[in-house]
């Protein structure tokens, strides 16, 4: 009889745990064509892949939010106080209708990080993170798991939820 619970709590683990890898690949997959089409600010390719850091921010946005622009500087701010004590990188994905108004907000609010090339942003799939408010902020570790995003279930709590999770995280690990 106990042999037996153990076999079912065994194989239910390897089924579990292979679905769940198989999400993480899946992700993987997708953030690595992604950060294939990543660019500067000034349009020149960017090399990198997705597990270069430990932590990557998917950060969401667009020009005609006013919310996206009240939103942009304080993450700048937290990129240039971050990328040189912890392992992140914050990539931009523009959902503005247009590659000129993508272009606008990213010299109007000096974005420094990487952006995903806006000809390129539907066919990598890249918004399947993105949800339905903006501005959206995604948190992820470098194995592909989402580890916060701007909901609680279904209700919309901004990008501040995120960067509290990464400071959070950040505490635990003795960076504060």
Do not use: H, W
């Not at 009889?1 to 076999?7: C, R, S, V």
């Not at 622009?69 to 937290?78: A, D, I, N």
């Not at 931009?92 to 108004?101: A, H, M």
């Not at 592909?144 to 701007?150: E, K, L, R, S, T």
């Amino acid at each position: 009889m106990k042999m037996k619970f153990m076999t079912v709590c065994f194989i239910s683990a390897f089924i579990i745990g292979s679905a769940y890898a198989a999400k993480n690949d899946a992700n993987l997959e997708l953030l690595q064509k992604a950060f294939g089409t990543l660019l500067d600010s000034s349009g020149k390719a960017v090399k990198m892949k997705f597990t270069d850091k430990e932590y990557t921010f998917i950060y969401y946005a667009s020009n005609t939010s006013g919310e996206c622009r009240k939103f942009s500087p304080e993450l700048v701010k937290f990129y240039g106080e971050n990328k040189k004590t912890a392992s992140i990188e914050i990539i931009f994905v523009s959902l503005d209708k247009t590659e000129k108004e993508m272009m606008e907000q990213i010299k109007a609010m000096s974005i420094p990080f990487p952006i995903v090339d806006f000809k390129e942003i539907a066919k990598s799939g890249i918004t399947k993170f993105s949800g339905q408010e903006l501005p959206s902020l995604i948190l992820l570790d470098k194995e592909g798991n989402v580890i916060a995003d701007c909901y609680e279930g279904k209700k919309y709590m901004g990008p501040g939820k995120v960067l509290d999770k990464f400071k959070e995280i950040m505490s635990n690990v003795g960076y504060d």
